[in-house]
C-alpha cells in the first residue's frame, strides 16, 4: 500500500515536472543538462523531468521600453533634454537569452548614447524640425546591433525636447518677432494693393473719361462739319436759284428792285440806331449804287451763260 502510494505520487511528481504548457506569444528555452537544447513553442510541451529545464521565458509580444530622460549637447553647444520611447520585439529567443546578459538594459543604453551622437550633430533648431529623422536614425542604428542580441527594434518616438528656460524665452521672443513682422509685412501688402487698386481705378477712369471727350469732340466736330456743308450746299442751291431768277424774263428788273428796297431798309437802319441822322453827301449817288450792283448782277449772269 505504501509502495503505491509512492509510485503514485513519484508519478505525479514526474507528470508535473515533464509536462509545460507554454502560453500564447511566448516561447520558453530549454537546456539539457545545463546546455540550451531548443525552444519551446505555444501549446503543451514535454521535458525529460531532472535532465532538462526551462532556462528562459520571452515573451514575443511588442514591448515599449521607456528610456530614461537625459541631457545632450547640441551642434551650438546648448544643452538639450531628450527623452523617448523605443518599441522592440524578440525575434530569436535563443539569442535573447545567451546574446546578452540583459537586453533591455543593453538596448536602452544603446538608444541613449546613439540618441546623443545624433543629437550632437544638429543645431538646436534643427533637432525640432527634424524629429522624424532622429528617430528613424536611431531605429536604424539599433536594429543593426540588437540583432545579436534576438530582438527586432521597430520604431523609437521622441517623446520630449526640452531646452533650458533662458532658450524657452528666447525662442518664444523670436517667434513672437516673426509673428509681428508677418503682421506688418501682411499690412504693408495690403496698403500696397489698395494703392495699387485705387491708381488702377483712377487710371481707368481718366481712360474712360478721355475716351467719352474723345468721342463727342468727335461727333461735335462731324456734326458742326455736316451742318457747314449743309449750310454750304443751301447757299449754293440759293445762289443757283437767284442766278437762274435773274436769266429768266423779267428777273433783271426785280434784282434791280430787290437790291435797291435792301438799300434803303439798310440806309434806314443805319438811321435808327443813333440820335444822329447820317446822310450821304450825295443823295442822287443813291441811284448810281444801284446801278452799279445791278451791273455785277449782270456780268454774273452772263459769265453763267
Known amino acids: 500500500m505504501q509502495v503505491s502510494l509512492i509510485i503514485l505520487i513519484l508519478a505525479?511528481?514526474?507528470?508535473?515536472?515533464?509536462?509545460?504548457?507554454?502560453?500564447?506569444?511566448?516561447?520558453?528555452?530549454?537546456?539539457?543538462?545545463?546546455?540550451?537544447?531548443?525552444?519551446?513553442?505555444?501549446?503543451?510541451?514535454?521535458?525529460?523531468?531532472?535532465?532538462?529545464?526551462?532556462?528562459?521565458?520571452?515573451?514575443?509580444?511588442?514591448?515599449?521600453?521607456?528610456?530614461?530622460?537625459?541631457?545632450?549637447?547640441?551642434?551650438?553647444?546648448?544643452?538639450?533634454?531628450?527623452?523617448?520611447i523605443l518599441y522592440f520585439q524578440v525575434t530569436d529567443p535563443m539569442r535573447a537569452s545567451y546574446g546578452s546578459s540583459d537586453y533591455i538594459s543593453a538596448?536602452?543604453?544603446?538608444?541613449?548614447?546613439?540618441?546623443?551622437?545624433?543629437?550632437?550633430?544638429?543645431?538646436?533648431?534643427?533637432?525640432?524640425?527634424?524629429?522624424?529623422?532622429?528617430?528613424?536614425?536611431?531605429?536604424?542604428?539599433?536594429?543593426?546591433?540588437?540583432?545579436?542580441?534576438?530582438v527586432k527594434v521597430l520604431r523609437y518616438e521622441i517623446?520630449?525636447?526640452?531646452?533650458?528656460?533662458?532658450?524657452?524665452?528666447?525662442?518664444?521672443?523670436?517667434?513672437?518677432?516673426?509673428?509681428?513682422?508677418?503682421?506688418?509685412?501682411a499690412a504693408s501688402e495690403g496698403r500696397k494693393q489698395e494703392q495699387i487698386n485705387i491708381a488702377t481705378g483712377e487710371r481707368e477712369s481718366s481712360i474712360a473719361r478721355s475716351e467719352g471727350e474723345r468721342i463727342a469732340?468727335?461727333?461735335?466736330?462731324?456734326?458742326?462739319?455736316?451742318?457747314?456743308?449743309?449750310?454750304?450746299?443751301?447757299?449754293?442751291?440759293?445762289?443757283?436759284?437767284?442766278?437762274?431768277?435773274?436769266?429768266?424774263?423779267?428777273?433783271?428788273e426785280a434784282v434791280n428792285l430787290k437790291v435797291a428796297e435792301q438799300y434803303i431798309e439798310a440806309f434806314s437802319g443805319v438811321a435808327k440806331q443813333g440820335t444822329t441822322l447820317i446822310l450821304p453827301s450825295d443823295l442822287s449817288n443813291m441811284g448810281s449804287m444801284v446801278a452799279s450792283a445791278m451791273q455785277v448782277v449782270k456780268q454774273t449772269g452772263a459769265g453763267k451763260s
Open 12 to 84: 505525479v511528481v514526474f507528470l508535473s515536472q515533464a509536462v509545460r504548457i507554454v502560453p500564447q506569444q511566448s516561447a520558453w528555452v530549454v537546456e539539457r543538462l545545463g546546455k540550451y537544447d531548443r525552444t519551446m513553442q505555444a501549446g503543451l510541451n514535454f521535458l525529460v523531468p531532472f535532465i532538462e529545464r526551462v532556462s528562459y521565458k520571452h515573451s514575443l509580444k511588442e514591448i515599449p521600453l521607456d528610456v530614461p530622460s537625459q541631457i545632450c549637447i547640441t551642434k551650438d553647444n546648448t544643452q538639450l533634454q531628450v527623452d523617448g
Open 217 to 252: 469732340a468727335i461727333n461735335r466736330a462731324q456734326g458742326e462739319a455736316a451742318a457747314i456743308t449743309e449750310i454750304a450746299k443751301a447757299t449754293a442751291d440759293a445762289i443757283t436759284k437767284v442766278a437762274s431768277a435773274v436769266n429768266a424774263p423779267g428777273g433783271l
Open 159 to 185: 517623446k520630449d525636447l526640452t531646452p533650458p528656460n533662458e532658450i524657452l524665452h528666447s525662442m518664444q521672443a523670436q517667434i513672437t518677432a516673426e509673428r509681428e513682422k508677418r503682421a506688418l509685412i
Open 107 to 150: 538596448v536602452t543604453q544603446l538608444a541613449q548614447t546613439t540618441l546623443r551622437s545624433i543629437i550632437g550633430k544638429m543645431e538646436l533648431d534643427k533637432t525640432f524640425e527634424e524629429r522624424e529623422h532622429i528617430n528613424a536614425n536611431i531605429v536604424n542604428a539599433l536594429d543593426e546591433a540588437a540583432m545579436n542580441w534576438g
